[in-house]
């Protein structure tokens, strides 16, 4: 099947796309691939003060298909290469010819730029998921200065107390952020308490796990690890009080994100309340704008953030 007169060399091509939360049209210009035949790059450029910055999507066309399989991000200062990076991925995206516009993969690439601005006035769901290859036209920070923060902010609660945010699903179909108030580990004591309290009606419920930090040498390692007890449960209740636990344990491995973000045995957990409704802030923009995929929303909702406090 014959490339699409659209991704020809040298085409403009106009995308919605997400950049922290808010949706606009970009221009992307197609251009082949200096090697592979089958090849070609979709690139974005962009002024931000003194510096330019372009990303280069690489694609294979693949018989009606475009594989997503890398990208190359470059920002330049007065003319000077400053940062450069390479990153490799597979997604692959079905494409279907309209009218003016390619349907890649769900979202929309607009041979005009008033059919994309017609799009987002009417609020559409057709924009662009650019997938593991994601890469924003906006400056940031570097991602292993900012894990290595993330975790050392983490490590610091641990030892001294704070808290910790987790979105979970609400009756509603909803997510909300809730608190993990952390109690650190005493001179004498067994363990720190983790613990985060839920009100059902007129019952509040109390949940806590022990918890025993095992930080790695370095913080940057990826081998630091929690070890959580428990969990126990107090109900309170007009009528009385109860309580029941589970003894279990279960060790899992933390590693650094981002500033305010760290994985706990592959769950994602905040370290601030405001990272964790600015996530909350991106899922439902990503509902909104992102072409739907399988299962429900609420199911799809879940599915985006990333799970919660684990353990047994």
């Known amino acids: 099947m014959p490339r699409p007169a659209l991704l020809a060399a040298g085409t403009e091509l106009h995308l919605l796309v997400l950049e922290n939360d808010r949706p606009s049209c970009q221009a992307w210009t197609v251009e082949d691939a200096p090697v592979q035949e089958h090849e070609l ?18 694609y294979a066309w693949d018989a009606g298909r475009l594989v997503l399989t890398g990208y190359t991000r470059e920002e330049q200062a007065a003319g000077v290469l400053d940062l450069g990076e390479n990153g490799h991925c597979e997604h692959p995206a079905s494409v279907t010819e309209h009218p003016g516009a390619l349907e890649v993969g769900g979202g929309v690439w607009f041979a005009h730029a008033s059919e994309c601005e017609v799009a987002l006035a009417a609020q559409l769901p057709v924009a662009t998921d650019f997938g593991a290859c994601a890469q924003s036209l906006d400056p940031r920070d570097d991602d292993d200065s900012a894990a290595g923060a993330g975790m050392r902010s983490f490590d610091t609660m641990m030892r001294r107390g704070g808290a910790l945010h987790e979105l979970v699903p609400t009756e509603a179909g909803g997510l909300q952020c809730e608190r993990w108030s952390i109690t650190p580990q005493r001179r004498g004591q067994p363990a720190g308490g983790l613990a985060r309290v839920r009100r059902h009606g007129r019952t509040v419920v109390t949940t806590l796990f022990g918890y025993d930090w095992s930080p790695a040498e370095s913080l940057a390692d990826r081998d630091s690890e929690l070890t959580l007890f428990g969990p126990s449960h107090t109900y309170e209740a007009p009528e009385g009080k109860s309580s029941m636990g589970y003894a279990c344990a279960e060790t899992v491995a933390v590693s650094g994100v981002d500033r305010d973000v760290v994985m706990m045995g592959g769950n994602r957990m905040y370290l601030a309340r405001d990272a964790c409704e600015r996530a909350h802030q991106t899922i439902q923009a990503r509902l909104r704008w992102l072409p739907p995929e399988g299962g429900t929303p609420a199911e799809r909702m879940a599915a985006l953030a990333g799970g919660g406090m684990p353990g047994c």
């Open 41 to 58: 790059w979709l690139v974005g450029r962009r002024r931000h003060r003194d510096r330019t910055l372009q990303v280069r999507y690489r």
